[in-house]
């Protein structure tokens, strides 16, 4: 599977212990199938910090990360969803139950949702409803770095 991560450097020996840890899916290397989404990240990335954006490619093993790591996948955003990632932005780490997780971005189509259903101003029965509107984009957390030094292979780097 060819996954991209958007950055301001290239990025050829990813490892996972590097980042924020209040992100959707917890700690970890993030990448995505979906290279506009990548591009999209690196350039909110680069207009932050004056730069230019880059875009990294990998082809990713899913085939043997599903076999040989504990992965969780979510395909739509509901309830399940939500809990994770409220518990991961609370600083919970649910996550760490699992080398890799992939599902949906809690992106600007969702976050009012979401952080008003953390602040305990919106029922999560409403919540539902609201992310039931929105088909889910995508991205992959790896958290364990046998998976990067394993089923990882860079393929490259653009600049945007």
């Known amino acids: 599977?060819?996954?991209y991560h958007g950055s301001?450097?290239?990025?050829e020996h990813p490892l996972v212990h590097v980042g924020r840890k209040g992100l959707d899916f917890g700690l970890g290397f993030y990448v995505t199938d979906i290279r506009q989404q990548a591009v999209a990240w690196a350039d909110r990335m680069a207009r932050v910090s004056n730069v230019h954006g880059?875009?990294?490619?990998?082809?990713?093993?899913?085939e043997r990360v599903r076999r040989e790591f504990s992965c969780k996948t979510f395909l739509e955003y509901d309830e399940q969803w939500l809990q994770f990632i409220?518990?991961?932005?609370?600083?919970m780490n649910n996550g760490m139950a699992f080398d890799l997780v992939e599902g949906?971005?809690?992106d600007d189509r969702v976050i009012d949702t979401v952080e008003a259903?953390?602040?305990?101003m919106m029922p999560?029965?409403?919540?539902?409803?609201n992310l039931a509107m929105h088909r889910p984009n995508n991205q992959i957390c790896i958290?364990?770095?046998r998976i990067v030094d394993t089923c990882v292979e860079f393929a490259g780097s653009q600049e945007i």
């Not at 409220?86 to 600083?91: A, D, I, K, M, T």
């Not at 259903?117 to 305990?120: E, K, R, S, T």
């Not at 999560?124 to 409803?129: P, S």
């Open 54 to 62: 880059i875009v990294n490619s990998y082809e990713l093993d899913m």
């Open 104 to 106: 949906g971005v809690a």
């Open 124 to 129: 999560l029965e409403i919540a539902l409803r």
């Open 143 to 145: 958290r364990n770095q």
């Open 117 to 120: 259903y953390m602040a305990g």
């Open 86 to 91: 409220v518990e991961n932005r609370l600083g």
């Open 1 to 3: 599977m060819r996954v």
């Open 8 to 11: 301001t450097m290239v990025v």
